[in-house]
């Protein structure tokens, strides 16, 4: 009941920042997750409980979703679902999380003058096919998709209500990808789906609170330094799992 209980703060507060940013929240999500559970079991309730969430958001913002964008962005994305099943590739848990703490880092070291934006034409189907693959081999390619946002001239809303249903997309194809390929584990009750959806939603509604009071600077401003802070984490927690397997090897070996 204690890891339910922490899950379910995890779900909460992972929604209510996504509400808000649209990112961070999965990376946060994702990696609680792992801690429990194999990587097949937390990709597919990442998935199942990011659904949630993002269908709330799609439906609070519905109309400032910008459709061209999300047109192209899911034609790429079934590109790239189409291709990565041939492979069935299921990556350990430090890989997603060096994966996951990395991102933002490689981000920061692009130079902003090679950031394409997502309104030019054909980037939304590039970012589409970019963004899936890494979801797919990371499991939250949101940090990578804010690449192509972050040039273009659409408002916080549309940014958010936009990414969302892009995001929905994915979640989607994430829970076909890993579902098909290992299923997921039997320790998860039943009746555990109902409230923990209930609190993703509980936690991207009261995110419009806070929207509504930022500027698109701060918007900005803010979801960089949050994204910085989790990418940290992430990779102290991706040293210490690799250290524990070379640990491992090595008092096998000897």
């Known amino acids: 009941m204690f890891s339910l209980g922490v899950l379910g703060a995890a779900i909460f507060l992972s929604s209510f920042v996504s509400g808000v940013f ?3 929240g999965g990376m946060i999500l994702l990696g609680v997750l792992l801690v ?3 990587v097949s079991t937390g990709m597919i309730l990442f998935s199942i409980l ?3 969430g ?3 958001r799609v439906a609070t913002w519905w109309k400032h979703i910008n459709w061209p964008i999300w047109f192209q962005y899911t034609i790429g994305a ?5 291709a990565l099943r ?3 590739f299921i990556p350990s848990k430090a890989m997603v999380y060096l994966i996951l703490g990395l991102l933002p880092w490689m981000v920061e070291l692009l130079p902003r003058h090679w950031h394409p934006n997502i309104q030019w034409r054909g980037v939304a189907l590039f970012t589409g096919t970019a963004t899936t693959t890494i979801q797919l081999m990371a499991g939250n390619g949101g940090m990578f998709m804010d690449i192509f946002f972050q040039k273009s001239e659409l408002g916080r809303h549309t940014t958010v209500a936009t990414k969302s249903f892009c995001q929905t997309v994915g979640n989607l194809m994430r829970i076909f990808y890993f579902g098909t390929l290992a ?3 039997d320790a998860i009750p039943l009746w555990f ?3 923990a959806a209930l609190l993703a939603i509980a936690g991207t509604m009261l995110a419009p609170l806070v929207v509504n009071r930022m500027t698109d600077h701060s918007f900005r401003q803010w979801t960089r330094k949050l994204l910085f802070v989790v990418s940290a984490v992430y990779l102290m927690r991706a040293g210490w799992l690799y250290w524990g397997q070379w640990a491992a090897s090595t008092s096998s070996g000897g």
């Open 36 to 38: 429990f559970f194999d």
């Open 22 to 24: 649209n990112m961070a």
């Open 183 to 185: 299923g997921i584990e």
């Open 50 to 52: 990011s659904t949630a």
């Open 193 to 195: 789906f109902v409230p």
């Open 54 to 56: 993002n269908a709330w």
């Open 86 to 88: 041939f492979i069935a």
């Open 78 to 82: 079934c590109i790239a679902l189409f």
